[in-house]
Protein backbone atom coordinates (compact mmCIF):
# COMPACT_ATOMS: atom_id res chain seq x y z
CA UNK A 1 0.00 0.00 0.00
CA UNK A 2 2.81 2.37 0.98
CA UNK A 3 4.13 1.88 -2.89
CA UNK A 4 0.85 1.89 -4.60
CA UNK A 5 0.61 5.41 -2.40
CA UNK A 6 3.71 6.85 -3.51
CA UNK A 7 3.14 5.81 -7.11
CA UNK A 8 -0.09 7.76 -7.30
CA UNK A 9 1.10 11.04 -5.45
CA UNK A 10 3.78 10.86 -8.69
CA UNK A 11 1.34 10.76 -10.83
CA UNK A 12 -0.57 13.54 -9.30
CA UNK A 13 2.56 15.60 -9.61
CA UNK A 14 4.32 14.75 -13.02
CA UNK A 15 2.05 12.57 -15.06
CA UNK A 16 -1.83 13.88 -14.57
CA UNK A 17 -4.14 14.84 -16.74
CA UNK A 18 -4.27 18.41 -18.36
CA UNK A 19 -6.23 21.26 -16.67
CA UNK A 20 -9.11 22.85 -18.34
CA UNK A 21 -7.10 25.88 -18.90
CA UNK A 22 -4.54 23.89 -20.89
CA UNK A 23 -7.59 22.36 -23.10
CA UNK A 24 -8.99 25.78 -23.59
CA UNK A 25 -6.43 27.04 -26.29
CA UNK A 26 -5.60 30.65 -27.14
CA UNK A 27 -8.16 33.06 -25.95
CA UNK A 28 -9.79 35.48 -28.30
CA UNK A 29 -7.26 38.26 -27.32
CA UNK A 30 -4.29 36.08 -28.23
CA UNK A 31 -6.01 35.19 -31.44
CA UNK A 32 -6.36 39.06 -32.73
CA UNK A 33 -2.80 39.59 -31.87
CA UNK A 34 -1.46 36.91 -33.97
CA UNK A 35 -3.17 37.75 -36.82
CA UNK A 36 -2.43 41.04 -36.54
CA UNK A 37 1.19 40.55 -36.28
CA UNK A 38 0.59 38.18 -39.19
CA UNK A 39 -1.04 40.77 -41.52
CA UNK A 40 1.60 43.24 -40.81
CA UNK A 41 4.06 41.46 -41.96
CA UNK A 42 2.04 39.76 -45.04
CA UNK A 43 1.51 43.37 -46.12
CA UNK A 44 4.96 44.72 -45.43
CA UNK A 45 5.55 41.53 -47.81
CA UNK A 46 2.97 42.69 -50.11
CA UNK A 47 4.23 46.15 -50.34
CA UNK A 48 7.60 45.48 -50.33
CA UNK A 49 6.68 42.93 -53.34
CA UNK A 50 4.74 45.57 -55.51
CA UNK A 51 7.22 48.20 -55.22
CA UNK A 52 9.72 45.64 -56.29
CA UNK A 53 7.14 45.02 -59.27
CA UNK A 54 6.81 48.62 -59.90
CA UNK A 55 10.34 49.28 -60.32
CA UNK A 56 11.00 46.13 -62.36
CA UNK A 57 8.45 47.03 -65.08
CA UNK A 58 10.34 51.16 -64.95
CA UNK A 59 13.88 48.85 -65.48
CA UNK A 60 12.52 47.00 -68.13
CA UNK A 61 10.78 49.65 -69.90
CA UNK A 62 14.06 51.91 -69.53
CA UNK A 63 16.37 48.41 -70.85
CA UNK A 64 14.00 47.93 -73.79
CA UNK A 65 13.87 52.67 -74.47
CA UNK A 66 17.60 51.69 -74.30
CA UNK A 67 17.82 49.32 -76.76
CA UNK A 68 15.35 50.89 -79.26
CA UNK A 69 16.89 53.80 -79.33
CA UNK A 70 20.63 52.23 -80.34
CA UNK A 71 19.07 50.15 -82.86
CA UNK A 72 17.33 53.03 -84.42
CA UNK A 73 20.44 55.18 -84.68
CA UNK A 74 22.91 52.46 -85.45
CA UNK A 75 19.93 51.17 -88.59
CA UNK A 76 20.42 54.97 -89.17
CA UNK A 77 24.38 55.35 -89.43
CA UNK A 78 24.39 52.30 -91.46
CA UNK A 79 22.24 53.93 -94.21
CA UNK A 80 23.67 57.45 -93.65
CA UNK A 81 27.33 56.42 -94.32
CA UNK A 82 26.32 55.39 -97.56
CA UNK A 83 24.69 58.50 -98.76
CA UNK A 84 25.84 59.39 -102.03
CA UNK A 85 27.21 55.99 -103.19
CA UNK A 86 27.32 55.05 -106.62
CA UNK A 87 30.32 56.31 -107.24
CA UNK A 88 31.83 55.36 -110.59
CA UNK A 89 34.98 56.15 -112.59
CA UNK A 90 33.19 56.62 -115.98
CA UNK A 91 31.70 59.50 -114.96
CA UNK A 92 35.32 61.13 -113.48
CA UNK A 93 33.54 62.47 -110.68
CA UNK A 94 35.42 63.25 -107.01
CA UNK A 95 32.31 62.70 -105.43
CA UNK A 96 28.71 62.34 -105.08
CA UNK A 97 26.95 65.64 -105.52
CA UNK A 98 24.14 65.00 -102.91
CA UNK A 99 23.97 62.29 -100.49
CA UNK A 100 21.02 63.47 -98.31
CA UNK A 101 18.11 66.03 -97.99
CA UNK A 102 16.52 67.07 -94.53
CA UNK A 103 13.25 68.78 -94.55
CA UNK A 104 12.95 70.45 -91.10
CA UNK A 105 9.67 71.06 -89.31
CA UNK A 106 10.85 73.83 -86.83
CA UNK A 107 8.18 75.91 -85.01
CA UNK A 108 8.37 79.48 -84.79
CA UNK A 109 10.96 80.15 -82.02
CA UNK A 110 10.43 80.00 -78.55
CA UNK A 111 7.04 78.07 -78.72
CA UNK A 112 6.63 74.12 -78.07
CA UNK A 113 5.90 71.63 -80.81
CA UNK A 114 3.84 69.02 -78.34
CA UNK A 115 0.50 70.09 -76.18
CA UNK A 116 1.20 68.16 -73.57
CA UNK A 117 2.14 64.51 -74.08
CA UNK A 118 1.04 64.81 -77.66
CA UNK A 119 3.46 65.31 -79.89
CA UNK A 120 2.78 66.90 -83.31
CA UNK A 121 4.40 66.87 -86.96
CA UNK A 122 6.12 69.92 -85.76
CA UNK A 123 8.32 67.84 -83.53
CA UNK A 124 9.91 65.50 -86.38
CA UNK A 125 12.12 66.32 -89.42
CA UNK A 126 12.37 64.39 -92.92
CA UNK A 127 16.09 62.80 -93.86
CA UNK A 128 16.32 61.40 -97.28
CA UNK A 129 19.46 59.39 -97.79
CA UNK A 130 20.07 59.65 -101.85
CA UNK A 131 22.09 56.96 -103.48
CA UNK A 132 22.62 55.74 -107.12
CA UNK A 133 20.31 52.73 -107.75
CA UNK A 134 22.99 49.67 -107.83
CA UNK A 135 25.96 48.85 -110.18
CA UNK A 136 27.68 46.05 -109.76
CA UNK A 137 31.29 45.03 -111.59
CA UNK A 138 28.56 41.85 -113.06
CA UNK A 139 26.14 44.47 -113.95
CA UNK A 140 23.77 42.64 -116.67
CA UNK A 141 20.41 44.07 -118.22
CA UNK A 142 17.51 43.73 -115.87
CA UNK A 143 19.50 43.45 -112.64
CA UNK A 144 21.54 47.14 -112.13
CA UNK A 145 21.19 50.16 -113.76
CA UNK A 146 24.38 51.59 -115.13
CA UNK A 147 24.24 55.89 -115.54
CA UNK A 148 23.57 56.70 -118.66
CA UNK A 149 25.16 59.36 -120.71
CA UNK A 150 23.03 62.43 -122.04
CA UNK A 151 22.93 63.32 -125.64
CA UNK A 152 20.15 64.88 -127.60
CA UNK A 153 18.50 65.23 -130.85
CA UNK A 154 20.21 67.19 -133.76
CA UNK A 155 18.98 70.18 -133.84
CA UNK A 156 17.50 70.50 -130.84
CA UNK A 157 14.47 72.63 -129.77
CA UNK A 158 15.87 76.25 -129.19
CA UNK A 159 17.18 77.91 -127.27
CA UNK A 160 18.71 74.69 -125.75
CA UNK A 161 22.04 73.46 -127.75
CA UNK A 162 22.26 71.05 -130.66
CA UNK A 163 23.31 67.23 -129.54
CA UNK A 164 22.06 68.43 -125.20
CA UNK A 165 18.81 68.09 -123.59
CA UNK A 166 17.40 70.56 -121.68
CA UNK A 167 15.29 69.77 -118.48
CA UNK A 168 12.70 72.58 -118.95
CA UNK A 169 11.62 71.25 -122.13
CA UNK A 170 10.26 68.01 -120.05
CA UNK A 171 12.42 65.64 -122.09
CA UNK A 172 15.75 64.47 -122.12
CA UNK A 173 18.00 61.86 -124.38
CA UNK A 174 20.43 59.46 -123.28
CA UNK A 175 22.75 57.10 -125.37
CA UNK A 176 22.83 53.07 -124.89
CA UNK A 177 24.92 52.10 -121.91
CA UNK A 178 28.13 50.90 -121.90
CA UNK A 179 28.75 48.34 -119.25
CA UNK A 180 32.15 47.04 -118.53
CA UNK A 181 33.49 47.39 -122.31
CA UNK A 182 29.72 46.17 -123.91
CA UNK A 183 27.33 48.53 -125.72
CA UNK A 184 23.49 47.35 -124.35
CA UNK A 185 20.58 47.89 -126.81
CA UNK A 186 18.85 50.77 -126.59
CA UNK A 187 15.73 48.42 -125.73
CA UNK A 188 17.87 47.07 -122.79
CA UNK A 189 18.75 50.43 -121.48
CA UNK A 190 15.46 51.99 -121.77
CA UNK A 191 14.06 48.94 -119.85
CA UNK A 192 15.33 49.91 -116.56
CA UNK A 193 13.69 52.73 -116.05
CA UNK A 194 10.38 52.70 -115.60
CA UNK A 195 7.60 55.44 -114.73
CA UNK A 196 7.97 56.86 -111.64
CA UNK A 197 11.53 56.39 -110.93
CA UNK A 198 13.64 59.41 -110.25
CA UNK A 199 16.17 60.47 -111.94
CA UNK A 200 19.63 62.65 -111.11
CA UNK A 201 20.85 65.00 -114.34
CA UNK A 202 24.58 66.23 -113.27
CA UNK A 203 27.31 67.61 -115.29
CA UNK A 204 30.49 65.60 -115.70
CA UNK A 205 32.09 67.43 -112.34
CA UNK A 206 29.14 66.50 -110.32
CA UNK A 207 28.25 70.23 -109.44
CA UNK A 208 25.22 71.15 -111.25
CA UNK A 209 22.15 69.14 -111.43
CA UNK A 210 18.44 68.64 -111.80
CA UNK A 211 16.13 66.19 -111.23
CA UNK A 212 12.93 64.58 -111.96
CA UNK A 213 10.87 61.97 -111.66
CA UNK A 214 10.16 60.12 -115.21
CA UNK A 215 5.94 59.93 -116.10
CA UNK A 216 6.40 57.31 -118.68
CA UNK A 217 8.93 54.43 -118.84
CA UNK A 218 11.98 55.38 -120.94
CA UNK A 219 11.69 54.60 -124.44
CA UNK A 220 13.73 53.55 -127.96
CA UNK A 221 13.45 56.65 -129.92
CA UNK A 222 15.33 58.00 -133.05
CA UNK A 223 18.56 55.90 -131.72
CA UNK A 224 18.55 57.34 -128.26
CA UNK A 225 16.95 56.33 -124.84
CA UNK A 226 14.20 59.40 -124.20
CA UNK A 227 13.32 60.15 -120.56
CA UNK A 228 9.77 61.68 -120.42
CA UNK A 229 9.08 63.87 -117.27
CA UNK A 230 7.88 66.93 -115.94
CA UNK A 231 9.25 69.86 -117.34
CA UNK A 232 11.64 71.83 -114.54
CA UNK A 233 12.28 75.49 -113.99
CA UNK A 234 14.22 77.27 -116.40
CA UNK A 235 17.17 77.47 -114.11
CA UNK A 236 17.15 73.55 -113.51
CA UNK A 237 14.78 73.75 -110.32
CA UNK A 238 11.85 71.89 -109.68
CA UNK A 239 8.10 71.92 -108.02
CA UNK A 240 8.15 69.53 -105.09
CA UNK A 241 5.48 67.18 -106.27
CA UNK A 242 7.78 66.38 -109.32
CA UNK A 243 11.07 66.00 -107.08
CA UNK A 244 10.11 64.69 -103.82
CA UNK A 245 13.16 63.73 -102.88
CA UNK A 246 14.21 67.64 -102.54
CA UNK A 247 16.75 67.57 -104.14
CA UNK A 248 16.23 70.55 -106.28
CA UNK A 249 12.61 71.69 -104.81
CA UNK A 250 13.95 73.81 -102.13
CA UNK A 251 11.16 72.31 -99.42
CA UNK A 252 8.59 73.81 -102.09
CA UNK A 253 10.36 77.33 -102.15
CA UNK A 254 11.23 77.41 -106.04
CA UNK A 255 10.51 80.63 -107.74
CA UNK A 256 9.10 82.75 -104.41
CA UNK A 257 12.48 84.33 -104.54
CA UNK A 258 14.01 83.04 -101.44
CA UNK A 259 17.03 82.00 -103.43
CA UNK A 260 17.36 78.60 -102.99
CA UNK A 261 19.63 78.60 -106.79
CA UNK A 262 22.07 81.07 -105.47
CA UNK A 263 24.70 82.30 -108.11
CA UNK A 264 26.71 84.75 -105.94
CA UNK A 265 30.75 84.97 -106.96
CA UNK A 266 30.05 84.02 -110.76
CA UNK A 267 28.16 80.86 -109.51
CA UNK A 268 30.71 79.21 -107.42
CA UNK A 269 27.86 78.12 -105.48
CA UNK A 270 25.25 77.60 -108.28
CA UNK A 271 23.64 74.38 -107.60
CA UNK A 272 20.97 73.77 -110.38
CA UNK A 273 21.46 73.53 -114.18
CA UNK A 274 18.45 72.85 -117.14
CA UNK A 275 21.62 72.19 -119.41
CA UNK A 276 22.70 69.06 -120.00
CA UNK A 277 25.41 67.97 -122.80
CA UNK A 278 26.93 64.84 -123.64
CA UNK A 279 29.76 64.84 -121.04
CA UNK A 280 26.90 64.75 -118.77
CA UNK A 281 24.79 61.71 -116.98
CA UNK A 282 21.57 60.45 -116.30
CA UNK A 283 21.39 58.40 -112.85
CA UNK A 284 19.12 56.24 -111.45
CA UNK A 285 18.10 56.69 -107.53
CA UNK A 286 17.42 54.52 -104.63
CA UNK A 287 16.71 56.74 -101.92
CA UNK A 288 16.38 55.78 -98.33
CA UNK A 289 13.61 58.02 -96.59
CA UNK A 290 13.18 58.26 -92.63
CA UNK A 291 9.80 60.30 -91.32
CA UNK A 292 7.67 60.18 -87.89
CA UNK A 293 4.34 59.37 -88.89
CA UNK A 294 2.36 61.17 -85.86
CA UNK A 295 -1.25 61.49 -87.11
CA UNK A 296 -3.11 64.19 -88.98
CA UNK A 297 -0.60 66.75 -90.93
CA UNK A 298 2.01 63.20 -91.49
CA UNK A 299 3.39 62.51 -94.75
CA UNK A 300 0.19 61.43 -96.65
CA UNK A 301 1.90 58.81 -98.39
CA UNK A 302 2.95 57.05 -95.67
CA UNK A 303 1.10 57.87 -92.91
CA UNK A 304 -2.24 57.59 -91.32
CA UNK A 305 -3.81 60.65 -91.00
CA UNK A 306 -6.83 60.32 -89.72
CA UNK A 307 -8.13 62.49 -86.38
CA UNK A 308 -8.68 58.83 -84.59
CA UNK A 309 -5.30 57.50 -86.45
CA UNK A 310 -2.72 55.49 -83.53
CA UNK A 311 0.10 57.32 -84.49
CA UNK A 312 -0.92 59.89 -82.30
CA UNK A 313 -0.68 58.39 -79.19
CA UNK A 314 2.34 56.14 -80.69
CA UNK A 315 4.32 58.10 -83.10
CA UNK A 316 6.71 55.99 -85.10
CA UNK A 317 9.82 56.42 -86.98
CA UNK A 318 9.36 54.44 -90.22
CA UNK A 319 12.17 53.78 -93.55
CA UNK A 320 11.26 53.24 -96.48
CA UNK A 321 13.15 51.92 -99.07
CA UNK A 322 12.16 50.30 -102.66
CA UNK A 323 7.84 52.06 -101.55
CA UNK A 324 8.52 49.25 -98.83
CA UNK A 325 7.63 51.43 -95.02
CA UNK A 326 9.27 49.46 -91.78
CA UNK A 327 8.69 50.54 -88.64
CA UNK A 328 12.49 51.21 -87.24
CA UNK A 329 10.67 52.55 -83.46
CA UNK A 330 7.64 53.34 -82.00
CA UNK A 331 7.08 56.23 -79.27
CA UNK A 332 9.04 58.41 -80.83
CA UNK A 333 8.65 62.27 -79.55
CA UNK A 334 11.48 64.05 -80.85
CA UNK A 335 13.51 63.62 -84.37
CA UNK A 336 15.82 66.27 -85.54
CA UNK A 337 18.41 66.74 -88.38
CA UNK A 338 21.11 68.83 -88.71
CA UNK A 339 23.95 69.78 -90.72
CA UNK A 340 27.28 71.09 -91.21
CA UNK A 341 27.98 73.33 -94.15
CA UNK A 342 31.33 72.96 -95.93
CA UNK A 343 32.97 76.28 -95.16
CA UNK A 344 30.06 77.35 -92.79
CA UNK A 345 29.08 79.37 -90.64
CA UNK A 346 31.55 78.62 -87.34
CA UNK A 347 34.01 76.42 -89.12
CA UNK A 348 36.94 78.92 -88.73
CA UNK A 349 39.64 76.33 -90.21
CA UNK A 350 39.94 72.89 -91.52
CA UNK A 351 41.34 71.68 -88.31
CA UNK A 352 39.02 73.47 -85.90
CA UNK A 353 36.32 70.96 -85.60
CA UNK A 354 35.33 71.84 -82.34
CA UNK A 355 33.91 74.78 -83.48
CA UNK A 356 31.64 73.05 -86.11
CA UNK A 357 28.10 74.28 -85.79
CA UNK A 358 24.86 72.21 -86.76
CA UNK A 359 21.72 73.88 -88.42
CA UNK A 360 18.59 72.65 -87.65
CA UNK A 361 17.36 75.03 -90.49
CA UNK A 362 17.78 74.44 -94.01
CA UNK A 363 16.50 77.46 -95.41
CA UNK A 364 19.31 78.72 -93.38
CA UNK A 365 22.18 77.42 -94.86
CA UNK A 366 24.81 79.99 -94.61
CA UNK A 367 28.91 80.04 -95.91
CA UNK A 368 31.29 82.44 -94.19
CA UNK A 369 29.44 84.05 -92.04
CA UNK A 370 27.08 83.99 -88.91
CA UNK A 371 23.51 83.43 -89.38
CA UNK A 372 21.36 86.35 -87.65
CA UNK A 373 17.46 85.25 -87.58
CA UNK A 374 16.95 83.65 -91.33
CA UNK A 375 19.88 85.43 -93.10
CA UNK A 376 22.89 85.49 -93.97
CA UNK A 377 24.50 89.30 -93.63
CA UNK A 378 28.14 88.21 -93.64
CA UNK A 379 29.05 85.39 -95.75
CA UNK A 380 26.69 83.58 -98.59
CA UNK A 381 23.23 82.34 -98.46
CA UNK A 382 22.85 78.66 -99.19
CA UNK A 383 19.45 77.94 -98.54
CA UNK A 384 18.70 74.05 -99.31
CA UNK A 385 21.91 73.84 -100.83
CA UNK A 386 22.44 70.07 -100.13
CA UNK A 387 25.74 69.29 -102.33
CA UNK A 388 27.13 71.66 -99.08
CA UNK A 389 25.75 68.92 -96.24
CA UNK A 390 29.26 67.50 -95.62
CA UNK A 391 28.30 66.11 -92.23
CA UNK A 392 24.66 65.51 -90.36
CA UNK A 393 24.13 65.29 -86.30
CA UNK A 394 20.62 63.63 -85.90
CA UNK A 395 18.70 63.97 -82.46
CA UNK A 396 16.31 61.24 -81.49
CA UNK A 397 13.79 60.94 -78.67
CA UNK A 398 11.65 58.34 -77.24
CA UNK A 399 9.70 57.27 -74.35
CA UNK A 400 8.12 54.07 -72.78
CA UNK A 401 4.82 52.98 -73.50
CA UNK A 402 2.84 55.93 -71.64
CA UNK A 403 0.30 54.34 -68.64
CA UNK A 404 -2.29 55.62 -66.64
CA UNK A 405 -2.34 53.18 -63.92
CA UNK A 406 0.92 54.21 -62.87
CA UNK A 407 0.33 57.39 -60.82
CA UNK A 408 3.15 57.50 -58.76
CA UNK A 409 5.93 57.95 -61.82
CA UNK A 410 6.14 61.06 -63.11
CA UNK A 411 8.96 62.49 -65.58
CA UNK A 412 10.39 66.17 -65.54
CA UNK A 413 10.08 66.46 -69.00
CA UNK A 414 6.31 66.92 -69.97
CA UNK A 415 5.18 65.07 -66.53
CA UNK A 416 4.08 62.12 -68.23
CA UNK A 417 3.64 59.07 -66.90
CA UNK A 418 6.70 57.38 -68.50
CA UNK A 419 10.39 57.75 -68.98
CA UNK A 420 12.06 59.72 -71.87
CA UNK A 421 15.35 59.20 -73.02
CA UNK A 422 17.12 60.94 -76.17
CA UNK A 423 20.16 60.11 -78.35
CA UNK A 424 22.52 61.82 -80.95
CA UNK A 425 25.05 61.28 -83.40
CA UNK A 426 27.00 62.69 -85.73
CA UNK A 427 27.31 61.12 -89.30
CA UNK A 428 29.80 61.60 -91.78
CA UNK A 429 28.49 60.65 -95.28
CA UNK A 430 31.56 58.84 -96.71
CA UNK A 431 31.21 60.11 -100.39
CA UNK A 432 31.21 63.74 -99.82
CA UNK A 433 34.52 64.84 -98.05
CA UNK A 434 36.57 65.16 -101.32
CA UNK A 435 34.76 68.01 -103.52
CA UNK A 436 35.57 70.75 -101.30
CA UNK A 437 35.99 73.55 -103.39
Known sequence: ???????????????????????????????????????????????????QQKSSALLQGQTALNVGLRSAVSQLQMDVVGGGSGYFQAANMPSWPVGVTVVNNMNTAGTACNTGQTYGVACFDQLTI??????????????????????GPTPNVSPCP??????????????????????????????????????????????LISAAVLTAGAASSNGMVKFTFNATNSDGSNKLSNDPLDITACDGTYGTGLGCNNTSNSGIYQSFTNQFCPTSYVVKLAPIIYLVCAGPGSNATWCDQTSNSPDILDPKLVRIQNGIKNVVMEQVIGFRVGAAIWNGSYEQSDLDSASTSYNYLASTYCIGGNVTGTTCPNGISVPWNFSMVRSIRISLIGRTVPTKTDNEFQNTFDQGHYQVQGIAIVINPRNLSMNDN
Open 162 to 207: SGCSCTNQGVAYGQAAVVNGTAWTLANTAAEFVQGDQLLFMNSTGK
Open 130 to 151: VAAAPYPANCVPGSCYPPINIT
Open 1 to 51: MITITTIAKSEGRNGSRPTARAEAGFTLVELVIAMSIFLIISGAAFSLFNQ
